[in-house]
């Protein structure tokens, strides 16, 4: 079965450093990968997508996320983050054969002034 | 442009009353569409999803229950809330031939 897992349930920062949200998958076959966030009482917002091409996939708000076959990772990454990039942070896997997403928990990320 | 539209945003409902929530896309035909809980801020669980009207999947045994009576509705309902019904429920859609989900605002369901 597709799954993902986000080993962190919150990730603090420094605003102006860089942020790495993590995540690794399990798939069978090749794996489509999507970031959302979710800010509070609001729906998730797309941030970025992998599907075929490119390891490095760059996204909204100046997110990107790398993919890494041999670890099995889809790292969400930003060069400086930004007191505003706090917020709820999900990563998923598209399951083909049932065309459902499956989700993540979420990491919580949290930028201090 | 597509759009998704989900209400109400918030909802106060006593134990035992009945739900309808309702979830509309536009600009799009034959959409893919789902409804998610959202429990204590955090995981998502599928509850529902259709691939066309009158076709309904359910995830997880509950109270709830879900039709889709137009090619673009779909609609939350339960006859008799219970307190562990409380949550945040999501739509989303997905296209013929897209990868993603887009999702809507949610609704804020507290039952009381």
């Known amino acids: 079965a597709q799954s993902v897992a986000q080993p962190e349930d919150q990730v603090n920062v420094a605003e102006g450093n860089p942020l790495t949200v993590k995540c690794t998958y399990s798939?069978?076959?090749?794996?489509?990968l999507f970031w959302y966030v979710q800010y509070p009482n609001r729906g998730l917002q797309f941030l970025l997508k992998y599907i075929t091409g490119d390891n490095l996939v760059k996204g909204s708000y100046g997110f990107e996320a790398e993919f890494n076959k041999s670890q099995t990772s889809f790292h969400l990454k930003k060069p400086s983050a930004l007191v505003s990039d706090s917020a709820l942070y999900f990563c998923a896997v598209r399951d083909i054969r049932s065309d459902k997403l499956i989700f993540g928990t979420g990491t919580r990320l949290q930028v201090f002034p | 442009s597509q759009t998704i539209h989900q209400w109400p945003a918030t909802l106060v409902q006593p134990v035992g009353s009945p739900l309808s929530l309702e979830c509309t896309v536009e600009g799009t035909s034959n959409p893919n569409l789902y409804w998610y809980r959202q429990a204590a801020g955090r995981g998502l669980q599928l509850l529902f999803y259709?691939?066309?009207?009158?076709?309904i999947s359910s995830e997880v045994p509950q109270n709830l229950s879900a039709s889709r009576p137009q090619d673009r509705q779909f609609i939350l309902s339960s006859k008799k809330l219970l307190l562990s019904d409380s949550g945040f429920y999501l739509c989303a859609w997905r296209g013929t031939g897209g990868y993603g989900y887009t999702f809507g605002s949610g609704t804020r369901l507290t039952v009381v």
């Open positions: 259709s691939v066309g009207i009158g076709q």
């Open positions: 798939v069978s076959g090749n794996p489509y």
